[in-house]
């Protein structure tokens, strides 16, 4: 059942060992607070995160999901991280009127 197991990545298997990750704690960059949310996809972990800012006086969390997998969470929390920074210093401010990367 192809559905189920897409729907299983997007919100975590609970029957397999507790589902999704907790995002990591926020780190500082550039003005900007960095969270790492890798998604467990069959034993896989794949790059995601949050990207919080300020702009125009709103709060904005913004989740960006890339291909990227890993074999353990610690590699893809650390890989997450880089890509935030990454995601920043490309887009700057801009990237937070958007609503997903």
Same mark, same amino acid.
């Given at each position: 059942?192809?559905?189920?197991?897409f729907l299983k990545s997007l919100f975590g298997d609970a029957s397999a060992g507790g589902g999704q990750p907790s995002p990591s704690e926020a780190i500082d960059y550039e003005g900007?607070?960095? /969270?790492?949310?890798?998604?467990? /996809?069959?034993?896989?972990?794949?790059?995601?995160?949050?990207? #919080?800012? /300020?702009?125009?006086?709103? #709060?904005?969390?913004?989740?960006?999901?890339?291909?990227?997998?890993?074999?353990?969470?610690? #590699?893809?929390?650390?890989? #997450?991280?880089?890509?935030?920074?990454?995601?920043?210093? /490309?887009?700057?401010?801009?990237?937070?009127?958007?609503?997903?990367?």
């Amino acid at each position: 059942m192809a559905l189920g197991k897409f729907l299983k990545s997007l919100f975590g298997d609970a029957s397999a060992g507790g589902g999704q990750p907790s995002p990591s704690e926020a780190i500082d960059y550039e003005g900007f607070a960095v /969270e790492a949310a890798p998604i467990n /996809e069959d034993g896989k972990y794949r790059t995601a995160g949050f990207i #919080s800012g /300020e702009i125009d006086g709103e #709060s904005r969390r913004i989740r960006f999901i890339r291909a990227d997998q890993h074999a353990d969470l610690d #590699s893809a929390v650390k890989h #997450s991280i880089i890509k935030a920074r990454q995601i920043i210093d /490309e887009q700057g401010k801009s990237l937070l009127n958007k609503t997903q990367l």
